[in-house]
C-alpha cells in the first residue's frame, strides 16, 4: 500500500502539530516536514513531491498563487471564517474542528479520487455526518439544547455544528435550512404537514 505524501502550509506551529499528530495517525498518510513560511511554498513543493498540500486559505487568493505550478490536490485548512467562493478554489475543505476519523477520510478520499483521475468530484462543501444528523434535527424545529440531549453532545457543540452548516451551505435561516434538508432527502416533506 502507496503512503499519501501530504505537505502542510500553515504559518501557526500548534495548529500544524496537532495537525499532523491527527494524520499521522492513519497509516496510509505519510506527513512530511511542514512549511510554516509561505513564500517558499512553491519551492517545497517542487521539492518534496506530495501527493497532497494542506493549505491555509488566508495566505493567498488562490492555492496556485502559492504553490505555483504544484498540480496535485489542494485542502483548505480551515479554523476561522473563510469566504465560500475562496473555498471553492480547493479540492475539499479540512476543518479541524471536526473529529480525526473525518479529517483523514477527507484526505484519503481526495487522493483517492485524484489516483483514479475524477478530479471534478473533489470539490467539496459537503457536511460530515454529525453536521447532518445536527440538519435533521434543526430542520424538525428542535433547540439547541433538545438537539445536545438527543445526540448526547454539548449546546456548544451543537451551535459550531450549525455554523458549519450554515458556513458550508450559505443559508442561513431555519427555513432555508429545512428547505435545503428537505432537497437533499435528508427528511420527507410529508414530516412537515
Partial sequence: MTRIKVMIVEPSVVITEGLAKVLSEASRIKVLEPVHDATVASER??????D????NPTLAESPSALLGDYSGPVLALV???VEQLRLKRYDAVI???ES???MIDTLIRVAKTVEQGDREATVSYELS???TDVLIQVAK?????EIAD???????TVISHRKNIMHKTGIKSVAGLTVYAILNNLIDESFLI
Fill in 52 to 55: 497532497v498540500v494542506i493549505l
Fill in 45 to 50: 513543493a517542487t521539492a518534496l513531491r506530495p
Fill in 95 to 97: 476543518d479541524i474542528r
Fill in 129 to 131: 455526518k454529525r453536521e
Fill in 79 to 81: 479554523y476561522q471564517y
Fill in 150 to 156: 438527543k445526540l448526547n453532545v454539548s449546546p456548544h
Fill in 141 to 145: 424545529g428542535l433547540t439547541n439544547k
Fill in 100 to 102: 480525526s476519523g473525518t
